[in-house]
């Protein structure tokens, strides 16, 4: 299984960015799929999650209404649409999947078995 996450960058406060995670191996669809971000000396925190098989989506309370995650079977790539961004969302942003048909919270960290190599999100005020 191998994650490649992508689609970070430098941007202003109020602006958005488009990740996304190439998955090779299995298909996204019988995957939870999961977005993580880490600052520098915080741990790694929850953003958003997608339950395999469902539509059923579940977003962190600092992002709700404003990050969206979704999944394109076709391209076997799950985004997460990150719209007006605030200076508080930089971070090392990170895509992870939980094993194939696999259980557990969407909001865990132990839910999710393979890890992308991150993506760094910057945003200035």
Same mark, same amino acid.
């Given at each position: 299984?191998?994650? *490649?996450? @992508?689609?970070?960058?430098?941007?202003? %406060?109020?602006?958005?960015?488009? +990740? &996304?995670?190439? *998955? @090779?191996?299995?298909?996204?669809?019988?995957?939870?799929?999961?977005? #993580?971000?880490?600052?520098? =000396? +915080?741990?790694?925190? #929850?953003?958003? $999650? +997608?339950?395999?098989?469902?539509?059923?989506?579940?977003? %962190?309370?600092?992002?709700? $209404?404003? #990050?969206?995650?979704?999944?394109?079977?076709?391209?076997?790539?799950?985004? !997460?649409?990150?719209? &007006? !961004?605030?200076?508080?969302?930089?971070?090392?942003?990170?895509?992870?999947?939980?094993?194939?048909? $696999?259980? =557990?919270?969407?909001?865990?960290?132990?839910?999710?078995?393979?890890?992308?190599?991150?993506?760094?999100?910057?945003? &200035?005020?």
């Amino acid at each position: 299984v191998q994650l *490649v996450d @992508s689609g970070g960058g430098a941007v202003q %406060a109020g602006d958005s960015l488009r +990740l &996304s995670c190439a *998955v @090779s191996g299995p298909t996204v669809w019988t995957t939870t799929m999961g977005w #993580f971000r880490q600052a520098p =000396g +915080l741990e790694r925190e #929850f953003v958003a $999650g +997608l339950r395999w098989s469902t539509t059923i989506t579940d977003q %962190a309370d600092s992002v709700k $209404g404003r #990050f969206t995650i979704s999944r394109n079977d076709a391209e076997n790539t799950v985004y !997460l649409q990150m719209n &007006s !961004l605030k200076p508080e969302d930089t971070a090392v942003y990170y895509c992870a999947a939980g094993r194939p048909y $696999g259980s =557990g919270p969407v909001r865990r960290l132990e839910t999710y078995a393979y890890w992308a190599q991150g993506t760094q999100v910057t945003v &200035s005020s």
